[in-house]
């Protein structure tokens, strides 16, 4: 079978989540059942594609990012919602505990979902220590569902892929980037960054790895079995357990190449969530699919 997905081939789910799944599905079935990695977009290089690519047939197992297709999966993309969560794994714990609701956005079966760390503020030329020093910076974000709350701390906001952002933030296009540390070390981001502000009042970046439907139910039922078993919680988990590597990694990396680090101290921390609270508020009614945002968050099991 053909795993499809954008990131590096020596990106850090390749060694700890991609290929030891490969490996268990190959033992449970004996050698019946391989997986074939195409790294670094070799069967198609736009990151938002994925999952059509994996629909169309052109892979059987593809990674995917929601939130890069936000209209296709917004209850998964909520797991952003400002107050959910910080770490990888509590943002992975989250998503676990909402499964039964969000499963069902995915035309495909599941094998594994899970996050990565809250972002930081990666900036070239604008230390941003205060709300502030946010006012009018043009900032790249990973999920619509960040982009009312930095827009809410005078920000303007931009989705782009990961793979133009280290050109982006380089050349001007782009003041900063709200990322997960990770992304530090898979698009080297510590090049063009000068400043890194250690918190942001949003949470984590969900990713799932999914299998054609179709190729799925066209195996045995013992072949099933062994990829259902081959996909437990331990494969998300092992995702979130690789980010969170990842992102200390990436903090190691910017604090070696002389970035600047800053802390915004609580009282600041308190003016930033309190510039965003009418806007989490607000947000809480709207309604997506026949639930709202207040009662998947719920699901979530961490709402403050």
């Known amino acids: 079978m053909s795993l499809a997905h954008f990131l590096p081939a020596d990106h850090v789910l390749t060694e700890g989540m991609f290929t030891p799944l490969s490996q268990k599905l190959e033992e449970l079935s004996g050698g019946r059942l391989t997986i074939r990695q195409f790294p670094a977009g070799a069967l198609n290089s736009s990151a938002p594609a994925q999952y059509s690519i994996l629909l169309g047939g052109v892979a059987d197992i593809a990674l995917a990012v ?10 998964t993309d909520l797991i952003a919602y400002p107050g959910v969560c910080k ?23 599941v094998l594994g979902l899970w996050a990565n760390d809250a972002p930081v503020l990666l900036t070239r030329d604008k230390p941003v220590r205060t709300l502030e020093d946010m006012r009018g910076l043009k900032i790249r974000v990973s999920t619509r569902s960040a982009i009312p709350f930095i827009e809410a701390l005078g920000a ?14 380089s050349t001007g296009v782009i003041d900063g980037v709200a990322m ?17 502000t250690t918190w942001l009042p949003v949470s984590g970046l969900p ?16 072949e099933r079995g062994w990829i ?6 331990a494969l998300s988990l092992a995702g979130a357990t690789s980010y969170a590597r990842a992102g200390a990694e990436g903090l190691q990396m910017a604090r070696e190449a002389g970035v600047e680090f800053i802390d915004l101290p609580e009282s600041e921390r308190r003016r930033f969530e309190e510039a965003i609270a009418p806007v ?15 009662e998947v968050i719920r699901l979530f099991g961490t709402e403050r």
């Open 87 to 109: 770490t990888a794994m509590e943002c992975t714990e989250a998503l676990r505990r909402a499964w039964s609701v969000l499963e069902p956005e995915y035309e495909a079966k």
């Open 228 to 233: 259902d078993e081959a996909a437990d919680a």
């Open 180 to 196: 997960s540390p990770s992304g530090i070390v898979a698009f080297q981001l510590h090049e063009p960054t000068a400043y890194l």
């Open 207 to 222: 990713f799932v790895l999914l299998m054609n439907q179709g190729v799925y139910d066209a195996l045995a039922p013992e």
């Open 156 to 169: 303007s906001a931009v989705m782009q892929p990961g793979t133009v952002v280290h050109q982006s933030l």
């Open 280 to 294: 989490r508020e607000a947000g809480m009614e709207r309604r997506v699919g026949d639930m709202t945002v207040a």
């Open 66 to 75: 929601p939130a890069y297709t936000a209209d296709v999966f917004p209850r």
